[in-house]
């Protein structure tokens, strides 16, 4: 029988923020002792600081992911027709498309990259099409120049799902500053994590921006009075002290798990398959993915050493019971994908010693 010889979780966030503990501290109290809680100043300079980070129009705090990609739809009037969408991403891209009114229109992603394919989109276009939505997964940057071209051609608007992807770049642009509105994830896993939920909408128009703003407050405008159907969607004055933390530490953080991926790409053995990054694009890896036909096995052989991986996602959007009667097709490369893939530890509290038994045991196990 197999002995445990080591602990390396897949994440592990305590060891994160306690490294950042007098920091967060020191923000937490900050807010406490400002008495104010929500839209303050923490959130003003939050969403000023993260814009000119990413070189985005404006930044506006909402309370999840999943609310930025709704508001994104909303205040651009995308509320019917169809959004051409990736079958290769998280559940949330679609449902947001849906609750703001949209019809999804899944495209399988490319097999290497395993991100949306330009061409596929392309043949996905409808005289019913108003959008298109690249998803930028596991830190890779999509072919923003073939897909803004596309939707140039096409007249579509452009929303982009950065949740995984706060740093990448595409032609030496960040990811976000390509689309009509692009929506950003805190949720405490992601590169940028809260200490609990967290988004941004980004958008470049000053019209958007303020609808957008309104959106998350109900659809109140400055008077306070609502002139149409928002959410209550703001972001925290505490998160958003507690992600100045973090965003001034976000290079720091995205060198070291580009570090480790890169130890990763050196080290695994050359069979172990793995996303290949567009052309010209600059990846901040979130995730480190990797596709192995026995995956399952892979994943208790590791978790039989001490060693956590996660599968992002184990099941595909078309495949949820909320999604698969809005959507037709098969999706052949995205059910390949879920059913094989596996995200290895990518943590940036991991030391190279740790990184270096992950990479064993996985040749270890590629070689059986
Ligand atoms: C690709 C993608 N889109 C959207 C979301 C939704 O973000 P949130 O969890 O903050 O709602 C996530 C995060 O979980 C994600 O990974």
């Known amino acids: 029988m197999r002995t445990s010889v080591t602990k390396i979780p897949f994440e592990d966030l305590g060891a994160v923020t306690k490294h950042l503990r007098g920091e967060l501290v020191g923000a937490f109290e900050r807010v406490l002792d400002s008495g104010i809680f929500i839209l303050g100043p923490e959130v003003e300079s939050f969403e000023r600081l993260f814009a000119e980070k990413f070189s985005l129009g404006q930044a506006v705090g909402v309370a999840s992911g999943y609310d ?60 019913k099409t108003v959008a298109i939505l690249p998803v930028h997964l596991y830190g890779l940057a999509c072919d923003m120049g073939q897909i803004s071209l596309l939707a140039k051609e096409h007249g579509l608007k452009m929303v982009e799902d950065c949740a995984q992807a706060h740093g990448a770049r595409f032609g030496g642009r960040f990811v976000g500053a390509f689309s009509d509105a692009a929506a950003f994830s805190f949720y405490p896993t992601k590169n940028l994590g809260a200490l609990g939920d967290g988004g941004v ?91 192995f036909q026995r995956r399952d096995e892979l994943k208790e052989h590791l978790a039989g050493l001490g060693i956590g991986a996660k599968i992002h996602y184990p099941t595909p959007p078309h495949r ?49």
């Open 320 to 368: 949820h019971g909320a999604i698969a009667h809005a959507v037709s097709g098969d999706f052949p490369v995205s059910d390949r994908i879920s059913s094989t893939i596996l995200s290895l530890p990518l943590s940036e509290r991991l030391t190279d010693g740790e990184v270096k038994t992950i990479i064993d045991a996985v040749n270890d196990f590629c070689g059986k």
């Open 68 to 127: 930025a990609l709704t508001i994104a739809f909303l205040a651009l009037g995308l509320r019917e027709g169809e959004v051409i969408i990736p079958a290769n991403t998280y559940m949330a891209t679609v449902l947001a498309a849906m609750r703001a009114g949209l019809s999804p229109v899944l495209v399988d992603p490319d097999p290497e990259t395993l991100l949306l394919c330009p061409e596929g989109a392309r043949r996905a276009i409808t005289g």
């Open 201 to 291: 909408v980004a958008v470049g128009e000053p019209a958007t921006a303020s609808r957008a703003r309104m959106l998350r407050n109900y659809g109140a405008d400055e008077r306070g009075e609502a002139v149409e159907i928002g959410l209550n969607s703001r972001l925290d004055e505490l998160q958003a002290a507690i992600l100045k933390v973090r965003l001034a530490r976000l290079d720091e953080t995205l060198r070291r798990k580009n570090e480790i991926a890169a130890a990763y790409d050196a080290g695994l053995d050359k069979r172990i398959k793995r996303p290949l990054p567009v052309k010209g694009s600059t990846p901040a890896k979130s995730l480190y993915p990797v596709l």
